[in-house]
């Protein structure tokens, strides 16, 4: 069950390309160490995938500094700037992922930036309790976490899904806090997603195999009675387009706000809690 997962990896670069056509911080910096020292994956790189990477990578933020939760768990983190900013704004940060990914992070962050005390990589499976618990060293028992993922419940069967909903089940439960994804999309959004980017959703496929519609949930209903059936009694859904006057990618990329409306109405960012 806890191997083969490696193939996702390659997603993660997919993802720091459009970042690039936004004003995140760090984001130019990281896609061109990954292109000086990545391998060819064949992954074909999308800029029209910026606006709604944008919109979930800054509702999730917003999100974030609402609740003002200042220790995070990012599982599954990737290529993400994320880390090293909040870790700069004084937040107590662990990102979380497979090994190969885990230690690029190290050395691309060790080329860009410094990295801060209060930031640390760690290498572990979402899928493994135990790597969860290594986590621990790093937290306050006494304060509450917020667990953070983008891009990794998509790529996993509904068996999968259930095992890392759990595992974040206990480890909310030991220290209480919220669990923030955008990785419960709905089917909808794929569907808008294929009319917007056609053959996107079939290249990822081709190179990771784990890309498939069948594995999406139906709807929102659907995504609050696979949580409450984990223990989870909370589930408040925020929708991207939220973020819509906000994203600076439409600028960057020339394109008509109006061409992602749908498509951000569908894509959402789950709070779940126990």
Avoid at 2 to 12: K, M, R, V
Wanted: net charge negative.
């Amino acid at each position: 069950m806890l191997d083969n997962f490696e193939s996702i990896s390659p997603t993660a670069i997919v993802i720091s390309y459009p970042r690039t056509f936004t004003d995140i911080p760090y984001e130019k910096e990281i896609y061109q160490w990954l292109q000086q020292n990545g391998k060819n994956n064949n992954i074909k790189l999308n800029k029209l995938l910026a606006p709604e990477i944008e919109a979930r990578y800054k509702l999730t933020n917003k999100i974030l500094d609402d609740l003002n939760i200042k220790q995070i768990v990012e599982i599954a983190s990737g290529y993400s700037s994320r880390g090293i900013l909040y870790a700069e704004k004084g937040y107590e940060y662990i990102e979380m992922d497979l090994e190969e990914v885990a230690k690029n992070k190290v050395k691309l962050l060790k080329e860009i930036a410094s990295i801060p005390n209060n930031l640390h990589i760690t290498i572990g499976n979402a899928l493994n309790y135990a790597d969860f618990e290594k986590c621990d060293e790093f937290l306050d028992k006494n304060k509450e976490i917020a667990i953070i993922n983008e891009g990794l419940l998509r790529y996993l069967t509904f068996e999968e899904k259930e095992i890392v909903a759990k595992n974040i089940y206990q480890i909310l439960k030991k220290h209480n806090g919220v669990w923030i994804t955008c990785d419960v999309t709905p089917k909808k959004f794929i569907e808008k997603q294929n009319v917007c980017l056609p053959d996107f959703n079939n290249n990822v496929n081709e190179v990771t195999s784990r890309n498939d519609l069948q594995d999406r949930f139906e709807d929102i209903e659907h995504i609050k009675s696979f949580m409450m059936k984990i223990g989870f009694n909370n589930i408040e859904i925020h929708r991207f387009i939220e973020m819509r006057e906000q994203l600076k990618s439409f600028e960057i990329l020339g394109v008509a706000k109006e061409e992602y409306d749908e498509l951000l109405q569908n894509g959402i960012v789950a709070i779940i809690k126990i």
